[in-house]
């Protein structure tokens, strides 16, 4: 049963190409995150919003962007992408520490 | 921040058998251990977790050990199936409410049939 939907699917963009990917999660969780998936599957957490707030924000690169419209909104949005950004970019909604993952947007810079 | 290391990176194991695979981090503040399991095309799901007051968990075949003193804690499969090959991942909570996971690096584990 999908709850926390992500678009889009795929995207394949060039260096310095700015992108945006949405999620929307259905179960009514107040914190909502995006971790990045690399090439060997390590999972990072990148940001994190409780209610539209901003609790968690790791060492990424200044070019990545959060934004919160409500609590069951978090998109991500890179600002001209760069070869290391080709990743999968999994968004998470969590209930008591459960994480409730995406099916993942796989973002390929060439 | 917290760190946690899972090894190993990768695990064969013949059907039937067992297969255990070993996590350690670096907060002791971190009270909450969950594990994740990936398949193939699929993103991750929890499939057992254990909090800092309990040493030992079961869910049928999975089993979850804490050992809080050496900061380790490890996922024992028993009795596996084809249907368990995956990547695993363990993690790490610091905050049973913030929310942030810390993941370990990964195990892919296959099943010889």
């Known amino acids: 049963e999908t709850a926390v939907f992500q678009t889009p699917n795929y995207h394949v963009t060039q260096v310095g190409n700015e992108v945006s990917f949405n999620c929307k999660q259905t179960?009514?969780?107040?914190?909502m995150y995006w971790y990045k998936q690399d090439s060997k599957k390590l999972l990072k957490i990148m940001f994190s919003y409780n209610n539209k707030q901003l609790i968690v924000n790791e060492t990424v690169p200044r070019r990545f962007s959060p934004q919160s419209s409500d609590k069951a909104h978090l998109n991500l949005r890179i600002k001209s992408v760069e070869p290391e950004d080709s990743a999968v970019y999994l968004c998470?909604?969590?209930?008591?520490?459960?994480?409730?993952f995406g099916a993942g947007t796989r973002l390929s810079v060439l | 921040g917290e760190q946690v290391e899972q090894l190993p990176s990768i695990l064969r194991v013949q059907e039937g058998s067992s297969a255990s695979i070993n996590c350690s981090y670096e907060d002791s503040a971190s009270n909450y251990f969950p594990w994740y399991k990936q398949e193939p095309g699929e993103n991750p799901k929890l499939i057992i977790d254990i909090r800092s007051n309990m040493e030992r968990k079961q869910i049928q075949e999975l089993i979850v050990l804490l050992d809080k003193k050496a900061k380790r804690f490890s996922l024992h499969i028993t009795d596996t199936q084809p249907g368990d090959s995956a990547m695993y991942f363990c993690?790490?909570?610091?905050?049973?409410?913030?929310?942030?996971?810390?993941f370990g690096q990964g195990t892919k584990l296959s099943i010889k049939p």
């Open positions: 998470a909604s969590s209930y008591e520490n459960t994480l409730y």
């Open positions: 179960l009514g969780h107040d914190t």
């Open positions: 993690a790490a909570s610091e905050n049973y409410n913030q929310g942030k996971l810390i």
